[in-house]
């Protein structure tokens, strides 16, 4: 009996210890799955409220703080440009391989006064007046693949930085000189006023044009006042004249003297036709582009002039890309002087 209960003891031990460590091993199976459970991402957290859906992202802790939106721009009779909302961006192109990517125009600008047409179609030229407020929205402007022009406001935020990007595009880019309104109601930019003296108009000028770089063309921001005095407008024509530049009346007063002040001096010199967009309803902005379309018809040329407005940007998408259909050539306004 002795010689047969050890091998059974020892069957029995091992058994009993075989059970051990299968449950030891079941426990230890379902602590790991516990702990994948654990670490796998959270999924989604969705507030159903009013029927609208919004999602908590979990964002990294290096993630940026939102930048502050652009300052705001003074709103004026001759309508200021109104600044976007948007957040700020560097002022790069995209890349080559973004399929968003805009590609830039990209040819040659022609010298001043070399507005004879090759060509027996009637041409139009359209000015983005108040560049330098809203970066963002100033950027897409000067990004569109069409020949326009760009008028900056000089010390605004962003008015030299893209002047210089304007120039990487091969865009037409002018000073928009802040002039002396009637009254000077509200706020208004430094600018260059009638009772100043000639030495000081000189100088204001000679400040604005080194503020905005490769300026090649100057147009009035307001002026309405300014422009009514022959005799300081002589001081700014002469200025121009001297640094082989143009001017365009942007016609802020129906009493400016800019065209008879140019022909006295000797000044390249033209005159807005159409404001574009002093409503900044879609529907009123193309009513005024056809009115720009017929003007040109009629005349042989036209000069419109309009704002870093997100409907203008709309609307001038759409109809510049039909402009062949109206058989109407879009030419930088330095091609339309005198």
Known sequence: MQTHSAPFFIRSLCVILSIVSLY??????????????????????????HSNITQTLHLPHSSPPPLEPAPELAQESEKSAEPDTETKSTITSKPPNDPQAIEPYNHTLPPINTHKKESTKPRIAIIIDDIGYGQTLGQKFINMPYPLSYAFIPFSPYGKKLALHANQHNKLVMLHAPMATIGNHGKWEENIHPNMTDAEIENMLGNMLADIPH??????????RFTQSSDKMRVVFNQL???D?????????AQTVGLATANAVGLHFAERDVFLDNSKKESDINVQI???????KKQGFAIGIAHPYMETYTVLQERLNTLVLDDIELVPVNLLLN
């Open 24 to 49: 030891l091993g079941y426990l230890v199976y379902l602590d790991t799955q516990k702990s994948l459970l654990n670490t796998s991402p959270q999924p989604t957290e969705v507030n159903h409220s």
């Open 215 to 224: 300026v090649q063309g100057v147009n009035n921001h307001g002026g309405s």
């Open 241 to 243: 004249k001297k640094r």
């Open 245 to 253: 530049l143009f001017f365009i009346d942007s016609r802020t007063s």
């Open 290 to 296: 056809d009115t720009l379309i017929a003007t040109a």
